[in-house]
T-cell receptor, first 113, second 115 residues
Framework: AQSVTQLDSQVPVFEEAPVELRCNYS??????LFWYVQYPNQGLQLLLK??????LVKGINGFEAEFNKSQTSFHLRKPSVHISDTAEYFC???????????FGKGTMLLVSP | GAGVSQSPRYKVAKRGQDVALRCDPI?????LFWYQQALGQGPEFLTY????????KSGLPSDRFFAERPEGSVSTLKIQRTQQEDSAVYLC?????????????FGSGTRLTVV
């Protein structure tokens, strides 16, 4: 079985500041890793995913994440946030050879002017 | 269609009422997933279909929950005798082939409120 831990339930940050949202996972087999964003009353939108290869993954809206196998982490970063980045962010894992996604509890990113 | 469509968008049910939630996946996507998202929580897996076959229903919380996909396209999640703890957003996702590296596309969800 897989599990995902998002260490921060809320991250407040000022506009144009950098941000890091932390994600750690647990799995006995190799995994695929995902970050999704959810705006109020909407579904989940894929930000980026790690399948294999380069451990630094670039996604939409200026976000990037780095896969660290030894630390079983997949932290999400953005060098300069905008007000419009205010949303809930979910880290998710899918074990290789299995189909289902397992999500963390989410981190609410609150960007203020 | 262009995306995953779920209906209704909102549903209010009286406790004890039966409800049916519909998911229209992306045309040609063989895999379909249902998730339950309680308020302030991450989505939790309910069940998974490959075409019309329900391959995993380990996440269904009780025998009041039932899902089907009879023709391998549209899926319906049915909840019998709804309880207050069933209040949540129910998300549907589809994938071209089994998720994982093939990705998942989510619908906007159905928000169920049981009163």
């Amino acid at each position: 079985a897989q599990s995902v831990t998002q260490l921060d339930s809320q991250v407040p940050v000022f506009e144009e500041a950098p941000v890091e949202l932390r994600c750690n996972y647990s799995s006995s087999v190799s995994v695929y890793l995902f970050w999704y964003v959810q705006y109020p009353n909407q579904g989940l939108q894929l930000l980026l995913k790690y399948l294999s290869g380069s451990t630094l993954v670039k996604g939409i809206n200026g976000f990037e994440a780095e896969f660290n196998k030894s630390q079983t982490s997949f932290h999400l970063r953005k060098p300069s946030v905008h007000i419009s980045d205010t949303a809930e962010y979910f880290c998710a894992v899918s074990a290789r050879g299995y189909s289902t996604l397992t999500f963390g509890k989410g981190t609410m990113l609150l960007v203020s002017p | 269609g262009a995306g995953v469509s779920q209906s209704p968008r909102y549903k209010v049910a009286k406790r004890g009422q039966d409800v049916a939630l519909r998911c229209d996946p992306i045309s040609g996507h063989v895999s379909l997933f249902w998730y339950q998202q309680a308020l302030g929580q991450g989505p939790e897996f309910l069940t998974y279909f490959q075409n019309e076959a329900q391959l995993d229903k380990s996440g269904l919380p009780s025998d009041r929950f039932f899902a089907e996909r009879p023709e391998g396209s549209v899926s319906t999640l049915k909840i019998q005798r709804t309880q207050q703890e069933d209040s949540a957003v129910y998300l549907c996702a589809s994938s071209p082939a089994g998720g994982g590296p093939y990705g998942y596309t989510f619908g906007s969800g159905t928000r169920l409120t049981v009163v």
